[in-house]
């Protein structure tokens, strides 16, 4: 059995344990996370862009992860206007399609529920810091 580490319970590393799970494969799978999933979800400050993109949710689904989409807020495009004005002007505004439906949920949200669900799903949690 190949055993992995992945050091950080963001996004990005969370997929990656629960994507190697599933695989059946075979992989000995154990997060680091400096947070429990309590703290991720009260203590913590929002973090990042709670935008999914479409392809994303796709994957969480694919792989058990999805509990939120059907909920969510939806979209398909952004809209910016950067401020301030100069000259009576919008110094810039930025406008586009993300060529499918995604939406809006707390990180922190995402992030509590994974953890909470790692070692039913087979893998290890361990609670600590993990540094160079």
């Known amino acids: 059995m190949k055993k992995v580490s992945i050091i950080g319970a963001g996004p990005a590393g969370l997929i990656c344990?629960?994507?190697?799970?599933?695989s059946n494969k075979g992989y000995d799978v154990t997060v680091?996370?400096?947070?429990?999933?309590?703290?991720?979800?009260?203590?913590?400050?929002?973090?990042?862009?709670?935008?999914?993109?479409?392809s994303v949710i796709d994957i969480e689904r694919e792989l058990g992860m999805d509990?939120?989409?059907?909920?969510m807020?939806?979209?398909?495009?952004?809209?910016?206007d950067f401020k301030p004005e100069i000259n009576g002007e919008i110094h810039m505004r930025v406008a586009g399609s993300f060529g499918g439906l995604g939406g809006a949920i707390d990180q922190r949200l995402r992030i509590h529920r994974w953890l909470n669900d790692l070692e039913d799903?087979?893998?290890?949690?361990?609670?600590?810091a993990v540094t160079a």
Do not use: H, M
């Open 73 to 80: 807020f939806g979209g398909s495009g952004v809209l910016l």
């Open 121 to 128: 799903a087979g893998g290890k949690l361990v609670i600590e």
């Open 67 to 71: 509990f939120w989409s059907e909920d």
């Open 32 to 54: 680091y996370s400096d947070k429990t999933a309590e703290q991720w979800l009260n203590e913590s400050t929002p973090t990042g862009t709670a935008f999914l993109y479409e």
């Open 17 to 22: 344990a629960y994507a190697l799970l599933r």
